[in-house]
């Protein structure tokens, strides 16, 4: 137990030398303190083995081995902190040479940002925390805290931009990257909205972008169903849109939830009729939901079957485009100030 306390001790040092950034950081606290397979987590749990004085004995050296590398890791959040609010100090200092120059026409809100201003106040207003996060992140809050693994097949279909030379981090294909560390940031019962942009290697056509905003939400409760989910939804869609909506609920498969379902919003562009936006279907696919995974509970450190939750995920990109009825998600991001100035 003492050799593999020192073990620990001295591996966690080494890799605290070698951080620079903050995501490197949390890959580090993941690896030695994750409740589910972290390594000094797992040296606590081999505690149960001894007993008589021997377990007092290491338990006491374990704890204050712990709270040493819990110490370690506190200064150097606090100094990579400091670090990065020099630099912005740095950058944002005023040139006093700089000439007065004309005033310039004011601009306006991009449609997205909108958007996104009211499903906050909607959210709020429902007793949900609004929260934002890091949209590059590390392989293990992105996917494996997800319940999906390097093997899982739910990989292939993500098209996700990794960072060349460190195959852990990537660009996030989506905001569930927020779940694990919302419930761990803020424990339960919960009530959590986290909207951002993603990223995925997809190409582009009149409903399909590689940049794109959505918003999902987290609930975990106890006794949690699916009424819960369908009332909620339905409630923050009629909030943003100003009416009710029709939609429609259909089986689905995302690795996160059990069970899973994608809703269907009738288009409101062309009012059912088909278009381009909807694939001439006259529905748009707006969002993921369901029922949260046992294994993304147990990920953030909770038991199954005490505590419940659920989940939901939509594209803000689309629901920009049913709102302010625009045809095609590539005016979105092209900058054309003839199509932005009509917001």
Request: aromatic letters at 8%; one cysteine or more; a negative charge.
């Amino acid at each position: 137990m003492q050799e593999t306390l020192d073990k620990i001790k001295k591996e966690f040092i080494k890799g605290l030398d070698e951080v620079k950034e903050v995501l490197q950081l949390e890959e580090l606290e993941q690896k030695f303190f994750s409740r589910k397979s972290g390594e000094m987590t797992e040296a606590m749990k081999s505690l149960k083995k001894l007993s008589g004085d021997a377990k007092a004995e290491f338990g006491k050296l374990a704890n204050e081995v712990k709270k040493e590398l819990e110490d370690l890791y506190g200064k150097k959040k606090n100094e990579l902190e400091k670090n990065k609010m020099g630099d912005l100090a740095d950058s944002e200092s005023i040139d006093v040479t700089q000439p007065n120059l004309p005033k310039k026409e004011n601009g306006s809100l991009h449609p997205e940002t909108l958007v996104l201003r009211e499903m906050e106040e909607v959210s709020r207003n429902m007793g949900f925390i609004v929260e934002d996060g890091p949209e590059l992140d590390s392989d293990y809050f992105s996917f494996e805290a997800l319940n999906i693994p390097d093997s899982h097949p739910a990989r292939d279909s993500q098209d996700t931009f990794y960072i060349k030379g460190h195959p852990n981090w990537c660009m996030r294909p989506h905001v569930s990257n927020m779940q694990v560390r919302m419930i761990q940031k803020y424990g339960t019962p919960l009530r959590v909205a986290y909207p951002g942009r993603t990223f995925r290697n997809e190409a582009t056509d009149a409903s399909h972008d590689h940049t794109f905003y959505q918003f999902e939400a987290l609930v975990i409760d106890k006794d949690i169903n699916v009424g819960n989910l369908i009332g909620i939804i339905k409630e923050l869609l009629s909030g943003l849109y100003k009416k009710d909506v029709e939609v429609r609920l259909r089986p689905g498969y995302f690795p996160f939830v059990e069970p899973g379902f994608e809703m269907d919003m009738k288009c409101l562009i062309c009012e059912g009729q088909g278009c381009g936006a909807c694939g001439h279907s006259g529905w748009v696919e707006t969002l993921g939901c369901g029922l949260v995974h046992p294994k993304v509970l147990e990920a953030a450190g909770l038991d199954p079957k005490e505590w419940s939750g659920l989940a939901f995920g939509m594209g803000l990109t689309r629901l920009a485009m049913q709102k302010y009825r625009i045809e095609d998600i590539r005016h979105l991001q092209s900058g054309d100030l003839r199509f932005l100035k009509q917001f």
